[in-house]
């Protein structure tokens, strides 16, 4: 089956298949929210789709009349609801600041609690979140950490109902570090954070950071500055031995501290 535009256009980021068959999917509307029908309403979405593609419900959150909330990735919680992660302005203001966003929705769209982080005046985007094996949620971004753009990787653990465990910050050395994607090794002891790092000048080059998913002491940083391998990881997904597969230009299977041989 195939769904067309809904309305306004609605971007879709991501999607997943729930534990009833249903379907998920969380996105951006485009257009000026104050002209093209949905004034007053956030532009983030989340919407459900039945297994043949039939709308259930669509709900939209974030600031009201602004076009630039977002979510990026969507998990099934334990209790049937959903967790999205993107970013939100802080503000209707000519710079569109935003903050790392995340928000519960339960299983009919209801809103159960949304948790913004990051510093006023600042970008602050989520790009990935996943739920851990305890019911909470881990998420990774970027954080500007001054006005001249310059960024660090940022990951975060919250439980269940939506309150911290740890918040944490890496790189803003050079220009950007980013994260994009994180993924919990099969022992459950090793939490990597898969993304980028844009240097001051040249081409920007894979990083990983490995994290100790209880106290969120970081374990390593891996820059992985040959070009060959890519300029960023944009997935990581856990290995059956321990270990994980980040995905870039090229696969790269590393242990669970983040090496791998050539």
Do not use: C
């Not at 970008?123 to 954080?143: E, W």
């Not at 894979?206 to 970081?218: A, F, Q, V």
């Amino acid at each position: 089956w195939f769904v067309p535009d809904y309305q306004a256009p609605h971007y879709v980021n991501d999607a997943i298949e729930t534990s009833t068959g249903d379907f998920i999917a969380v996105g951006w509307i485009s257009g000026d929210p104050g002209t093209s029908g949905h004034s007053q309403r956030g532009q983030a979405f989340i919407a459900k789709l039945s297994p043949d593609g039939v709308f259930q419900w669509i709900k939209r959150f974030g600031l009201l009349n602004t076009p630039k909330d977002t979510f990026w990735e969507v998990v099934e919680a334990d209790d049937g609801g959903y967790v999205a992660a993107g970013s939100k302005l802080e503000a209707r203001e000519f710079y569109f600041y935003d903050h790392f966003w995340l928000l519960k929705v339960d299983s009919e769209g209801e809103q159960l609690w949304s948790r913004e982080i990051g510093t006023n005046d600042r970008y602050d985007m989520a790009f990935d979140v996943m739920k851990l094996p305890d019911g909470g949620f881990a998420a990774t971004g970027m954080s500007t950490i001054n006005s001249n753009g310059v960024a660090a990787m940022r990951v975060v653990r919250v439980r269940a109902d939506g309150s911290i465990v740890w918040n944490k910050k890496a790189g803003g050395d050079g220009y950007q570090d980013m994260g994009h994607a994180l993924a919990l090794n099969q022992n459950g002891n090793v939490l990597m954070v898969a993304g980028m790092k844009q240097p001051n000048s040249g081409d920007s080059n894979i990083k990983l950071w490995g994290y100790d998913p209880e106290t969120g002491n970081r374990l390593y940083t891996r820059n992985i500055t040959e070009g060959d391998y890519g300029l960023g990881a944009f997935g990581v997904v856990a290995a059956y031995d321990n270990g994980f597969l980040v995905t870039s230009s090229t696969l790269i299977k590393t242990d669970s501290l983040g090496l791998f041989g050539n």
